[in-house]
């Protein structure tokens, strides 16, 4: 496979010697144009890689915040040509900053897989999560996007023993992602010390970037968590700051991009403190 | 088991009962469509019931609760007077048919629906697997009231989500997994139906997958529950095929069951996939009209193929992928999806599948209570709506089996109230 803009970060990463920040908001939330003005404005700000949700109606892995989130896009509108569309808006201005699209099947499969890998290529899209789609179905999608040119980023959970490591890892490719707990996401707080032995273990398997997320709140717990990770990745947080930004219609505000963008600068400015 | 005349009974190859093949899927559907957390489990289980299935004694304790705690065989009951009822409606058309009419007597089981048949061969796997606390989800609170049971029976915790929707219109049923110790968390996302308390489900299994075993109620979910709650289901049409061998020396012509996520369905149909004479239909929601958008749960009949809750199968959805809601006056039946099997058999025809409306239910529903003194759920309504439609275009000989599969105590105050009844 060729080298990615996400293998090209994740080198430019090691060569400044920290770990990256990784961010995650659902497309369309509150409305299209507030969450292009954040996605924009994300580089800036410090994310290193975005993680973009292509939002459900039935996000079973996804704790109350991210839930809220996808339903706020989903009222606004938000469709996955939409979706697409602000990936194309985004490449315009920024042609360095990796895009990850993060969701569930579903949507991809109604869109047709073929189509989508085409579109999303297409629109600058460089690799895709996809919760619901195991090692076991990789000729599903798995295998269909490493061939259109994207990564395909598996989540590897505490539930991933060493019998299992193989599998996830077979045909990831990017970075892996683990997920710091047995739960949904924003729920309890990772335990750095356990998070650390496991990423050691993986780190054992494979010489593929590890993100670590699901729980990171603060810009405290982002550094701790940076000493074993190449990438520490942050979601729930900052659709929390969209949803408080809102007004009592639920419409978003002249604080929503703002407020955002600020934490995404606290949390970056932690990573890259030494 | 099968009586000397009745050899048709285990799968052959070419057959079509040999599905799931090794990943799961019947045809383009069932499969694993889940959270990398939850895949160990899945795969643990799909162990654990391979080697169950080979183990005697395991059905022996399953036996064992069958008969003596559930109440097995459920009988196969002459509708008598219904039959009378078809026979002079064909009359008055000036046709001369009116099939007989039969009755497979599953609300009679132990806690009043086919469910327990499922609970208690998942709560003997979970057992095996060593697991110590038990969720489920619920739609009707038929399954939670089963999975409550058995729970108890076998001294563990047990929590179940059920919409908050649901929490209200079935209110008996909430009272009774209290009672039974269950802990009942009422779901407040989406529209607070059977779609939603699965999702939640879903997410107490990824938090609490080390020590937790998910009894999914119906037939669908990631392999192997598709096949594993088929295979407890098909008790139900194995007795049904020695009963009707007891009773008119042959096997049954029709078969007629509801589907919501179509376990009782599956089970009662799965004995006779092979059997090319007997015609089958299954019975979907069709709420307020198939064509009414979002106002049915009739998947197969009103949605399209997608992948949700672990198997791609026909969903309600719009042409985003967002998934639809539905409607449909049962709780039982209200779901967007349905059982990867009945996707299958849909596809290569084997399977009829018909929609009937709320109003149609709750006709059939008081003819039901009226002319045969059985009071059936409002989910067997459904298929006994179908029954009043096709039993007078039948000839006289043609034997008619319908799953009972549900009663209608759970029913009684929310049908009171669609028929404006001061009680």
Partial sequence: ?274 | MATPTDKSSEPKLNSLRNGPDERGHFGLYGGRFVAETLMPLILDLEKAYNDAKADPAFHAELTNLNTFYSGRPSPLYYAERLTAHFREQAKAAGKSGGAKVYFKRDELNHTGSHKINNCLGQILLAKRMGKTRIIAETGAGQHGVAVATVCARFGLPCEIYMGATDVKRQSPNVARMYMLGAKVNPVTSGAGTLKDAMNEALRDWVTNVRDTYYIIGTAAGPHPYPQLVRDFQSIIGKEVREQMMAAEGRLPDTLVACIGGGSNAIGLFHPFLDDKGVKIFGVEAGGHGVDVPNGHAASMNGGAPGVLHGNRTYLLQDDDGQILEGHSISAGLDYPGVGPEHSWLKDTGRVTYVPATDKEALEAFQLCARQEGIIPALEPAHALAWVMKLAPTLPQDDLLVMNMCGRGDKDVFAVAGYLGIAI
């Fill in chain 1, 1 to 274: 496979m060729t080298e990615t803009r996400i293998d090209r970060r994740f080198a430019a990463l090691k060569k400044e010697g920290r770990a990256g920040l990784v961010t995650f908001v659902t497309a369309g939330d509150p409305d299209q144009a507030t969450s292009q003005a954040i996605l924009d404005g994300l580089p800036a700000a410090g994310a290193d890689i975005i993680e973009l949700g292509m939002p459900f109606s039935d996000p079973m892995a996804d704790g109350p915040a991210i839930q809220a989130s996808s339903l706020r896009a989903l009222h606004a509108g938000q469709r996955m040509t939409k979706t697409l569309a602000m990936v194309r808006a985004f490449r315009e201005k920024d042609q360095d900053t990796p895009i990850v699209l993060m969701g569930y099947y579903n949507p991809i499969y109604v869109y047709g897989n073929e189509r989508f890998l085409a579109d999303a290529v297409a629109a600058g899209v460089d690799g895709l999560i996809v919760v619901d789609v195991p090692p076991e179905a990789d000729d599903e999608l798995c295998l269909p996007a490493l061939q259109a040119g994207l990564n395909f980023i598996r989540l590897a959970t505490p539930t991933t023993d060493d019998k299992r490591l193989p599998a996830v890892l077979n045909n990831t490719s990017g970075f892996l992602y683990y997920v710091s707990i047995t739960g949904i996401t924003g729920a309890a707080a990772p335990q750095v010390m356990d998070v650390s032995a496991q990423v050691e273990r993986i780190r054992r398997s494979t010489k593929l970037p590890i993100a670590v997320g699901f729980g990171v709140r603060s810009p405290e717990q982002a550094k701790a968590l940076a000493a074993s990770a190449d990438a520490v990745v942050v979601g729930s947080a900052l659709v929390t700051e969209i949803a408080k930004s809102l007004d009592e219609q639920g419409r978003a505000t002249s604080a929503t991009a703002p407020s955002v963008l600020s934490l995404v600068k606290s949390l970056a400015s932690a990573l890259r403190a030494r």
